[in-house]
């Protein structure tokens, strides 16, 4: 596999015009490697123009709202507000210079603030900010006023032409539920498939650190995808969706990320740092049963007969499928959530994916307030216990780190966050014994783990021991469900109002 290559998106425009255009470039590309890029992007246009004889300049222009967008003139722009860049210099040095935050367009005030001094690290530049000034060289016939005029139709006729090819369609991802992840907005004429992959990259984590992940596209009434592999192919998509008016794309992504069932323990010790053997040397998960009250106290009666009725249908033992211990969960996951179910809710083969796996887990708690966030989730082993935490070890990541993504969404580029640590809770079992886990998602973005084995043996034939084990377990699961009714007062705190500083750290390396 090749090593990823971050691109930085530049929002460009052209001196006259109103639209801009973004541009994606490597930071260590000079400005030179810039002026070919936006020769390309507006062909035919800029054919019969020398990349080296177009002028760029850096400026910090805010995006006004459509119905408020004017012609930009670089002529309007005081001289200490932009900056003619030299074909030599590199993308990253120019952006260590970046004016400071843009100002809004009025009668008392520039256009653009002063440029700010030298910095020391680079950011991607701020989102819905115009970068680059175009200019062309002045045509040989500029003196005509004739021939001008004829220009200037030409270029409002070709800007009219953009604007019809222009298109926003929402990005709906079939593995996560088929919500919508994104907004979609390019040219049909002019997308490509770096440009939609550099759009993903900010709300999928199978991109981060992999440039293998395929994109698949599902076009309405199909059952098959079409991989998108060519821009070609991308445009024809997008210009059936504008000639059809399909509001939607749905997407899958098909990542060389493990499956869930594919980890192992010993994967674990190496892609996340822990030194144990197993899930019972992890650090105690401090988990304690809790007391019932009346309506729990019933229902752990109907959960008993549940257990016993299907002991007396199914055959219980080595050789037992998963999915018939899944009937056994299945009653305290229910049984229990009946306290909780105006909060959180449950899920079967819930899909999930995340940079470092994919897959159905087994039952997943979601709760309510956010719709899709996972909040715990269930791995039912019929066998080798050990594998099973290493897998839920995984799916726990993927759980936790999604409030983050999800945030990130809703934030932009320039949101400050305060720090705050997420939880994920998960349940290994074979139906028999019960394992806890605690994941820990830290401020500064680590992961910690903490284990209990909270029941060694549900006994199932025999009555009295099924019911002094069946009532460890389920007083177990609602001090679990508790945890995760509190995480969602904690993921709601995440998101709630933030303030903005285009000093911020951003997270990805893109604007626009």
């Not at 520039?110 to 950011?123: A, F, Y």
Request: glycine residues 4%; contains cysteine.
């Amino acid at each position: 596999m090749t090593t990823p290559t971050t691109l930085l998106t530049l929002f460009c425009l052209v001196d006259g015009e109103t639209n801009s255009f973004p541009v994606d470039i490597e930071p260590s590309k000079t400005v030179a490697h810039l002026k070919k890029l936006i020769k390309a992007m507006k062909a035919p246009r800029f054919d019969d123009i020398a990349a080296d004889k177009l002028t760029v300049w850096r400026v910090s222009i805010p995006v006004l709202p459509k119905k408020d967008r004017k012609e930009i003139r670089l002529a309007d722009v005081p001289s200490d507000e932009r900056r003619e860049l030299n074909e030599f210099d590199d993308v990253a040095s120019m952006l260590a210079e970046a004016p400071p935050n843009p100002i809004e367009a009025s009668p008392k005030k520039s256009i653009v603030p002063s440029l700010g001094k030298k910095s020391s690290t680079i950011e991607a530049p701020p989102k819905k900010i115009i970068h680059i000034i175009v200019q062309r060289p002045p045509p040989k016939d500029a003196l005509n006023p004739e021939i001008a005029s004829l220009r200037k139709q030409l270029s409002d006729m070709e800007q009219l032409n953009a604007e019809l090819r222009s298109t926003a369609i929402c990005i709906i991802e079939k593995r996560a539920g088929k919500r919508v992840v994104c907004t979609y907005r390019t040219d049909t004429k002019l997308a490509s498939v770096v440009e939609l992959r550099s759009l993903l990259q900010g709300y999928f984590e199978q991109f981060e650190g992999n440039d293998d992940v395929e994109i698949f596209v599902y076009q309405p009434g199909g059952s098959k995808p079409t991989k998108l592999v060519t821009d070609i192919a991308l445009r024809s998509c997008l210009e059936e969706a504008k000639e059809n008016d399909w509001k939607n794309l749905v997407i899958s992504l098909d990542s060389p990320a493990k499956e869930f069932s594919s980890y192992t323990w010993n994967d674990i010790m190496q892609q996340y740092g822990i030194e144990v053997p197993g899930p019972d040397r992890l650090p105690t998960f401090d988990i304690q049963p809790r007391k019932m009250n009346e309506e729990e106290k019933v229902m752990l009666e109907d959960i008993i007969k549940d257990c016993t009725r299907k002991s007396q249908a199914y055959i219980f033992g080595s050789s037992s499928r998963e999915s018939t211990r899944n009937s056994i969960v299945d009653s305290f996951m229910v049984g229990a959530m009946q306290s909780y179910k105006t909060v959180m809710y449950l899920e079967q083969q819930q899909p999930m994916t995340g940079r470092r796996g994919h897959g159905n887990v087994d039952f997943a708690v979601l709760d309510r307030v956010h719709d899709t966030l996972i909040l715990g989730v269930t791995q039912v082993k019929k066998d080798n216990h050990v594998q099973g935490a290493a897998q839920n070890i995984v799916q726990l990541d993927v759980a936790a780190q999604q409030k983050k993504r999800k945030r990130a969404e809703m934030d932009g580029e320039d949101a400050e966050r305060p720090p705050t640590r997420i939880k994920s809770f998960g349940i290994v079992t074979d139906a028999f014994k019960w394992t806890f886990v605690e994941c820990t998602l830290e401020t500064d973005d680590t992961l910690t783990y903490k284990a209990k084995e909270v029941l060694r043996d549900l006994e199932l034939q025999q009555e009295t021991k099924l019911r002094e084990g069946a009532e460890t377990l389920f007083c177990h699961v609602l001090s679990l469900f508790d945890l995760m009714k509190d995480e969602i007062v904690n993921r709601n705190s995440y998101s709630g109002p933030v303030s903005r500083s285009s000093t911020a750290p951003n997270k990805r390396q893109a604007a626009g």
